[in-house]
């Protein structure tokens, strides 16, 4: 089965600007791209393809149109517009009701407001413990060893979120099937709830919203207040991306509402797949299992300790 893993990188100071440098390469050709797109759409004609798009590029590389091209990695522009490619499509598909779920507007340019965005990269991709190489960035270390399976990939991708960097792959890992034990508890996670089990029990969630939505209002004031432009407003924006990404990593201590007992929420997840997967029988990817079977679920929320907490599959 192919599984999708994400992870910190901790590069460099080269390595980011290599990484910066790639990204708005990729940033650069979907717009490039999209210029060349949209007034043939809005023609009725047939708008270049992502291979003819990427035979235009080559033809303006090293020219006085883009005399950095030779600086990043042919993956930039190769894949941003194969991305483009799909977004055209996908508006297509939409506006003639061929596409299921909400309907998909026209592509829009890509701005750095956001965020830097990412770049996928193709080719060799080699992961060993602790460190991953990417073509034409070289050797980034990760921050968490042993996440990644070591081994040879086709493809990764690098995104930036409020200063911090991530890679993700989608890796091929064994299929296990496992019987159920006995003593599982059926578990329901959702919104206004944190998680809801089968034995009655519910949990409500931390909402670490509230509780810095004051500083969050307050950086956010101050982002509205700066000029348009300015080095002061990029320093806020990037303060509130911060603060966002603080919420969203949501508590990182659980405190028991019985007992009291407080323990880091990451090695209590641990500790739980370790226990889980030493008395179940599974493997530490939580692998879907057949029909009839039960997905083993580990609680990285640290509400169940020691238990498996299983999700009856209704499909295949």
Known sequence: MKKAFKTELDPNNKQITAMRQHCGAARWAYNWGLERIKPAVEAGEKWPSAIDLHRQLNAIKGTDDLPWAYAVSKCAFQEALRNLDVAVRNWRSSRKGERKGAKVGFPRRKTKKRG???????????????????????????????????????????????????????????????????????????????????????????????????????????????????????????????????????????????????????????????????????????????LGLAQAVVDEVGIMSQVSIVKTLSKS
């Open 116 to 290: 830097l965005g990412g770049c996928r990269f193709t080719g060799t991709i080699k992961v060993v413990d602790g460190q991953i190489q990417l073509p034409r960035i070289g050797v980034i270390r990760l921050k968490e060893h042993g996440y990644i399976p070591v081994g040879m990939y086709g493809q990764a991708t690098i995104t930036e979120r409020a200063g911090h960097w991530f890679v993700s792959i989608v890796c091929d890992v064994p299929s296990t099937e496992v019987e159920l034990a006995d003593n599982v508890i059926g578990i329901d996670v959702g919104v206004k709830t944190l998680a809801t089990c089968s034995n009655g029990d519910t949990y409500d969630n931390p909402k670490a919203l509230n509780a810095k939505t004051k500083q969050l209002r307050r950086w956010q004031r101050r982002l509205s207040r700066r000029a348009k432009g300015g080095k002061n407003r990029a320093k806020a924006r990037q303060k509130v991306a911060r603060l966002h990404k603080k919420i969203a990593d949501s508590d990182r201590i659980f405190v028991c509402g019985d007992c009291g007992h407080t323990m880091d929420r990451d090695l209590n997840a641990a500790i739980n797949l370790k226990n889980t997967a030493s008395s179940a029988g599974i493997n530490a990817y939580g692998d879907r299992v057949s």
